[in-house]
Nanobody
């Protein structure tokens, strides 16, 4: 299983970015996919997750109403649309996947992508 995250970059506060997580998984639709982020000197934290088949989603309180997670099982890709970005959203963003389970904690995920840097200037 391989996950490739991309789409990060430098954006001004109030702007938007869309992250993508492409998976090389044969049965991608059976996997829960989550996004996590880690800022310098801080613990990795949960951002958003989407169940297999996209039946439900969850968001951290800090991003609720600003970020949207979605998936395209045909393309084996999960997206994170980030609107109204704030300086405190600056971090390395990671996507992760787990089969047949659902969780909001990093320890519950088995497969991780390499991370993509998001920098929001104020």
């Amino acid at each position: 299983v391989q996950l490739q995250a991309c789409g990060g970059g430098l954006v001004q506060a109030g702007g938007s970015l869309r992250l993508s997580c492409a998976a090389s998984i044969r049965t991608f639709s059976d996997y829960t996919v989550g996004w996590f982020r880690q800022a310098p000197g801080k613990e990795r934290e949960f951002v958003a997750a989407i169940r297999r088949w996209g039946r439900s989603t969850d968001y951290a309180d800090s991003v609720k109403g600003r970020f949207t997670i979605s998936r395209d099982n045909t393309e084996k890709t999960v997206y994170l649309l980030m609107d109204s970005l704030k300086a405190e959203d600056t971090a390395v963003y990671y996507c992760a996947a787990v089969l047949d389970r659902y969780g909001l904690s990093a320890v519950e995920y088995d497969y991780w992508g390499q991370g993509t840097q998001v920098t929001v200037s104020s």
